[in-house]
């Protein structure tokens, strides 16, 4: 049952008072929106739980379909001739995930054997993708240090660079990285930044990768088409599935070439699918529908969420500014409770879901906005937290 009762509120009030200095009008406010029913839970543990729409499920019942083995499906084909094009890459093509995609691009690239990456630390391909690099592709991870905001050091990339000249060396074909960059907060890889890296990569003979699961994001928050901001790169996958409402599905897009590979890869992964046109419809109208000043909207609400919380005393590793939908929060000082009993409390007294036991300890939370969670959401959610930690 979701619920947060008056009598509980007014339990809270005696504590905000002292914590937050708000004023007795501001405090009778915070609680009569905090105890309001609610049927629904706010969910802000990740952009990935959003339902799919009426207008993008009414598209599947006019997507033509076909095969997607024999390439003969046209709704998927036309999914992957739009994103070719929003990317200015030759080609693309559509993947179940985008777990799957990143894999995929990586054994593409890396189509011989011996074969080794450079890739961040704290990316996603390391962190989160069951070590398929490895264990899958049989690529070896050469990972090194990204900064706060993301970046691998240009340095750093051209010192671990490595021929096949010794016998000793697995051989560099490959640097990836994350734009926006997941556990630095949704940080955005800037187009000189990307610039420059695909340059140093064309000097070393190497192809660069963009784990751009929340590419759009990183465009919107630059405000550049998401084509000049992967310019300079070999590569993109991009998840339709996180913050841009569709239900699954993620795209890989580069040169012919490369997508040829990487459609011989899929077949190994099993990735072939047959009818798919029907999904294929659905992030269409995601691409069509869920970016630009759709996007702006999660990254305003994740900025007030993150400015008020640091405000009153939470660590924000980005000091209360993010650039984009992902907020890393921990409880302030003062707080007497545990962050199991926060996120228990959170959930059960005021139905807000946030995700929990990211890093410094396991004592971080994250909270994603995204287009299930409006502005009335998110003032909830606020209140809910700073009534909370108060206690």
Not at 10 to 32: M, T, V, W
Not at 86 to 100: H, I
Request: a negative charge; glycine letters at 8%.
């Amino acid at each position: 049952m979701i619920r947060t009762t008056l009598a509980t509120s007014k339990h809270y009030a005696r504590h905000i008072r002292i914590a937050s200095g708000y004023e007795n009008d501001s405090i009778q406010s915070l609680i009569s929106n905090c105890i309001r029913s609610k049927s629904t839970w706010i969910d802000l543990r990740s952009d990935t739980l959003t339902k799919p729409s009426k207008g993008m499920l009414s598209t599947v019942l006019s997507a033509p379909v076909g095969d997607d083995v024999f390439s003969e499906d046209p709704t998927v084909n036309q999914l992957q001739q739009k994103a070719a094009e929003m990317f200015q890459k030759e080609d693309a093509l559509w993947f179940p995930s985008g777990t799957m995609a990143n894999v995929v691009a990586i054994m593409a690239h890396c189509h011989e054997r011996a074969s080794e990456i450079i890739v961040g630390k704290e990316s996603h391909i390391t962190l989160w993708e069951g070590g398929n690099v490895a264990t899958i592709a049989g690529v070896h991870p050469r990972q090194i240090v990204e900064d706060k905001g993301g970046r691998l050091d240009l340095d750093d990339v051209r010192d671990v660079w490595r021929l096949d000249d010794d016998d000793h060396f697995a051989k560099t074909a490959l640097v990836c990285i994350e734009n926006s960059h997941n556990m630095m907060g949704g940080s955005v890889l800037d187009k000189t930044y990307v610039d420059n890296l695909g340059q140093l990569a064309k000097e070393l003979g190497i192809q660069v990768h963009v784990d751009g699961a929340r590419i759009f994001n990183a465009a919107v928050s630059l405000d550049i088409p998401v084509g000049d901001l992967c310019q300079s790169v070999d590569s993109v996958s991009v998840c339709l599935s996180k913050g841009l409402g569709a239900p699954m599905g993620s795209l890989l897009v580069g040169s012919k070439e490369f997508i040829r590979l990487a459609r011989r890869a899929r077949k190994r992964m099993g990735g072939g699918t047959r009818q798919v046109g029907v999904v294929a419809a659905m992030g269409m109208y995601a691409l069509e529908n869920n970016v630009g000043s759709r996007l702006a909207e999660d990254h305003e609400r994740a900025q007030k969420i993150a400015k008020i919380l640091y405000d009153h005393g939470f660590y924000q590793p980005q000091n209360g500014h993010v650039q984009t939908n992902i907020v890393y929060f921990g409880l302030p000082q003062s707080c007497t409770l545990s962050k199991e009993e926060f996120v228990h409390r959170l959930k059960e007294d005021h139905g807000v879901l946030v995700g929990h036991g990211y890093s410094r300890g396991g004592q971080l939370f994250r909270a994603c906005t995204h287009l299930d969670v409006d502005g009335s959401d998110v003032d909830h959610a606020i209140e809910s937290m700073l009534l909370l930690s108060s206690m």
